[in-house]
């Protein structure tokens, strides 16, 4: 009787690891509703998870749903092409086109998959050999630093690297958690009176024409550049196209709003439900983790230094904080930089400044990814 209890009652094979992925999922999912983190995304990662570590539930075994979305939408770089379709389609380069120093703080702000990359590899097969982490695999790692979730499948899963879906989760989780992540060292490296700094909102208006030769011009450079990332710049800048061409407002808006949505929506339950206890609560996976606030700090720092020394070069009219949207989380960084400048000088506005670094960062995350993807497979 006991025996065939436990193979249909779920609380009988619930343990530990189980509960405490419960207990993650259910953090999320309150994050995303009462303190509206991010809803869009921790709400079906959280509930992924949630769904995932049900005992006997069934859906990561082979066949079950996740297991499908997996091989569907991740290991075939599906989702994240289709994203950044719809993201593409919803970025307006304008700000970015009519200050175009801030492709600067966006180069700046890709520091963190770098100097990550060369931490992880450093302490893997690099030098001092205490993780399992290969070249492929410190690369995928470092890649969490491009603060963009597409990115971050698309390269792991090309490199092969076998924790791609911790980095997968992390990547995701911390471009979820930007608004917690970001205010605490956006404040620490700079000032009060730097954080107050005014700009004008008022920028040189870019012709219709300029927005609809840019993606087609940025789609011949990055990809004749750095062909492997192609595939990335490419879907961004089609959906970018079917926003300023001007013809194709049907297409346009079903970009941005149902295959927006409804890939969100997979890739979000999908991505939570790769978060499997008996997966992730082993040390490579905290590592991993651990990494990703390493990467996500030095963005930030990175981008806020590059920023105080505009800061300071233009003779204190560039506010720093804007250095700190250099990262490809896309528009929440933009939106965590207008926060903290409000919070220095209520009449303080630097949305605009800091959507031209954020989607800055956006086309300089692709070319990192497609970077990487170059040069890794040369050495190994």
């Known amino acids: 009787m006991d025996i065939a209890a436990g193979e249909f009652l779920g609380f009988l094979n619930l343990n530990w690891q189980l509960a405490t992925m419960l207990v993650v999922g259910g953090v999320l999912i309150y994050l995303g509703i009462a303190k509206d983190v991010e809803p869009v995304l921790l709400i079906p990662i959280g509930t992924g998870i949630l769904l995932a570590n049900i005992p006997l539930g069934g859906l ?43 492709v600067l703080l966006g180069a ?128 961004l800048m089609f959906g970018n196209l079917l926003r300023e061409c001007g013809v194709v407002e049907r297409l346009s808006l079903a970009a941005q709003n149902e295959l927006a949505n409804i890939t969100t929506i997979l890739l979000g339950i999908t991505v939570g439900g790769m978060m499997i206890a008996s997966e992730f609560l082993k040390p490579e996976t905290i590592i991993i983790f651990v990494m990703g606030i ?8 990175a981008g806020v230094i590059l920023g105080k020394i505009m800061y300071l070069a233009s003779g204190r009219k560039i506010n720093p904080l804007i250095g700190a949207a250099g990262i490809s989380a896309f528009p929440m960084s933009a939106r965590v930089v207008q926060r903290e400048g409000l919070k220095a000088d209520p009449q303080n506005h630097l949305l605009m400044h800091a959507a031209g670094a954020n989607t800055a960062g956006q086309i300089a995350s692709v070319v990192a990814g497609g970077a990487m993807l170059m040069l890794i497979p040369l050495f190994g």
């Open 60 to 102: 990561v075994d082979e066949g079950g749903i996740f297991a499908i979305l997996r091989q569907a939408g991740i290991d075939t770089e599906l989702f994240p092409l289709l994203i950044f379709v719809g993201i593409g389609a919803m970025i307006d380069f304008g700000p970015f086109l009519e200050r175009p120093y801030t």
């Open 108 to 235: 700046a702000a890709q520091f963190g998959i770098f100097g990550t990359f060369f931490l992880v590899y450093l302490l893997g097969d690099g030098w001092l050999h205490i993780l399992d982490f290969s070249l492929r695999d410190a690369a995928s790692i470092g890649i969490i630093g491009s603060a963009d979730g597409p990115t971050s499948i698309y390269v792991s899963t090309v490199l092969g690297s076998k924790y791609a879906a911790a980095i997968v989760v992390a990547a995701y989780s911390y471009m979820a958690l930007v608004p917690i992540i970001q205010p605490p060292i956006m404040r620490l490296l700079t000032t009060k009176e730097e954080r107050s700094v005014r700009m004008p909102v008022k920028a040189t208006a870019v012709s219709q024409r300029t927005k609809i030769i840019f993606p087609i011009v940025t789609v011949l450079i990055v990809g004749l550049i750095a062909p492997k990332a192609t595939p990335l710049i490419g879907f």
């Open 294 to 301: 390493v990467a996500f700090a030095l963005d930030t720092g």
